[in-house]
């Protein structure tokens, strides 16, 4: 069983910042990717950035310059810091894990508010 613990949300004013932290852990050997999603109120869950294995990361155009994605913890986590939040940024925070065996694990998100 894999689990996946989100943390960093909350509540902070256009042009903020926010760390968000995503900590895997169970039974597994190698991750495939990770990745974060969002969703925006009315809106389906979409993607906002991954990074592989390889350390290979991409970005959703509306965050591309001011979010960044990185591995950490032994590569069994992953953070996304965001700059200069907008109050378009505003949603539920998914943390997303792929194995090399096609698994998918999802964490139970964290909210993420931009509002003065």
């Known amino acids: 069983q894999v689990h996946l613990t989100e943390s960093g949300g909350g509540l902070v004013q256009p042009g903020g910042s926010l760390n968000l932290d995503c900590a895997a852990s169970?039974?597994?050997?190698?991750?495939?990717?990770m990745g974060w999603y969002r969703q925006i109120p009315g809106k389906q869950r979409e993607w906002v950035a991954h990074?592989?294995?390889?350390?290979?990361?991409d970005y959703a155009d509306p965050v591309k310059g001011r979010f960044t994605i990185s591995g950490n913890k032994g590569e069994r986590g992953v953070s996304l810091q965001m700059n200069n939040l907008k109050p378009e940024d505003t949603g539920v925070y998914y943390c997303?894990?792929?194995?090399?065996?096609?698994?998918?694990?999802w964490g139970q998100g964290t909210q993420v508010t931009v509002s003065s």
């Open positions: 169970g039974r597994f050997l190698r991750i495939l990717a």
């Open positions: 997303r894990l792929r194995l090399p065996g096609g698994e998918d694990y």
């Open positions: 990074i592989t294995n390889d350390g290979s990361r």
